[in-house]
Structure formats: C-alpha cells, structure tokens
C-alpha cells in the first residue's frame, strides 16, 4: 500500500528535524516535499528508500489533502 512521506516518517517515530538530517536536507526541504510542494530528486529519493524502509514503487509524493 502507498503511504506519503509523512505517514512514512511518523510511522517510523522521526520528527521532521530527525528525518531532515538522516536524509542530508534541511527541514524545510522535507516539509516541501511532505505538503507536495516540492519533489526529491534520484539520490533523496535512494536515501528515503534507506531510511523508510521501503521501495519507490510505495511512496506517494502526493499528501493526501490535495483536492
């Protein structure tokens, strides 16, 4: 099943500080892409995979209140 990056870091027990720095980008950075305003590019993208656990293929980019 697909999760959003938040679901993602929250079901993992990571702020966004936390999360942030594992993944080498500022808070800012991570939120942007969290409220899909933003997109991770291929090396954030492996680094999220690492440290989510999880393929790209289970990520949606999309925050759920879109719409």
Same mark, same amino acid.
């Given at each position: /099943?697909?999760?959003?990056?938040?679901?993602?870091?929250?079901? /993992?027990?990571?702020?966004?500080?936390?999360?942030?720095?594992?993944?080498?980008?500022?808070?800012? &950075?991570?939120?942007?892409?969290?409220?899909?305003?933003? @997109?991770? &590019?291929?090396?954030?993208?492996?680094?999220?995979?690492?440290?989510?656990?999880? &393929?790209?293929?289970?990520?949606? @980019?999309?925050?759920?209140?879109?719409?």
């Amino acid at each position: /099943m697909a999760m959003t990056l938040k679901a993602l870091r929250v079901n /993992m027990g990571l702020g966004q500080k936390e999360a942030a720095e594992k993944i080498g980008v500022r808070v800012e &950075t991570l939120s942007n892409w969290e409220r899909g305003k933003s @997109f991770p &590019t291929v090396p954030y993208i492996n680094k999220i995979e690492e440290l989510y656990n999880t &393929t790209y293929a289970d990520i949606n @980019f999309l925050p759920s209140n879109i719409g």
